[in-house]
């Protein structure tokens, strides 16, 4: 028996949290996986309306985890924004598929990433999922982290084995973002952890801040060991963007690294040539 909306007395018990009536529906035998018009469980609903008591409840009678609703959330998906940790937590061990995507794209840790959850995101990277998926702006929950600043999960999903260089559909990769919207600490974070990757474009993270001026993040990349001599597929390199951009305290900075670079080489050459012509004496 259901109403218009197509909610079942479960439903209903649920959303209006009379967990006792809950107990009593599912000792009877009710079909607890049954949806309502918006395609959502009684699990879903009570989630949504966090009713965590009654979350915890439906779970000791085994639903099904992976119901997804007409937009294509399940509730592990939705109780990343409307659960307790301890809650998120108890729903992670009944077992529910960690990659599922809604109808954009977005799974249970990019929304983790979205909405900056960040002991939710432990939580799920402790359990295994798959960290380079891409919703259908093609970013990751890294690229989100990054936007959003959130340095602990960023530094949760690189320790998780998160790639650096994938772009979004705009060919933006995490640390592009992160220099965007100069969230420093986790610039130098991804700038250490992957100096000289290069997007479709042959530019890398150092070109780009050549090219945008930020003096800062040039000396840090060059200070952390950056390529400055790494080419774009246009056949420029940082260097050459500094001068087009007349950014001249970065033009100094990239000559200075180049000095010292061809100086080392030639230093090495002679002593490999010194090498040689003392063991022919």
Wanted: hydrophobic residues 40%; proline residues 2%; aromatic residues 6%.
């Amino acid at each position: 028996m259901t109403d218009w909306h197509g909610r079942t007395p479960l439903h209903h018990a649920v959303l209006s949290g009379k967990e006792e009536v809950v107990k009593l529906l599912l000792d009877y035998g009710v079909d607890l996986n049954l949806k309502d018009r918006n395609g959502d469980t009684a699990l879903i609903c009570a989630v949504t309306v966090r009713r965590d008591p009654i979350v915890r409840l439906l779970l000791s009678y085994k639903p099904q985890l992976d119901s997804q609703d007409s937009y294509g959330n399940t509730a592990l998906i939705e109780a990343v924004a409307f659960c307790s940790d301890e809650t998120f937590g108890e729903l992670l061990q009944s077992g529910p598929d960690l990659n599922i995507q809604n109808r954009n794209g977005v799974t249970a840790l990019i929304r983790a990433a979205l909405d900056r959850q960040v002991e939710k995101a432990r939580l799920l990277l402790a359990s295994g999922p798959q960290v380079n998926i891409g919703d259908v702006t093609g970013a990751t929950a890294l690229i989100y982290a990054a936007q959003n600043g959130c340095y602990e999960i960023v530094e949760a999903l690189v320790q998780g084995g998160a790639h650096l260089d994938i772009q979004d559909n705009r060919d933006q990769t995490a640390l592009l973002w992160a220099m965007r919207r100069d969230h420093e600490p986790i610039t130098t974070l991804l700038i250490l952890s992957g100096l000289n990757s290069q997007d479709n474009r042959g530019s890398t993270a150092l070109i780009y801040a050549a090219l945008w001026g930020q003096e800062e993040k040039v000396n840090l990349l060059l200070e952390s060991g950056a390529d400055w001599n790494v080419r774009d597929d246009e056949g420029q390199t940082a260097l050459f963007y500094a001068r087009h951009s007349k950014h001249d305290n970065i033009i100094q900075s990239l000559l200075r690294y180049q000095t010292a670079d061809e100086a080392s080489q030639s230093d090495n050459a002679t002593v490999c040539e010194d090498h040689v012509l003392s063991g022919s004496e």
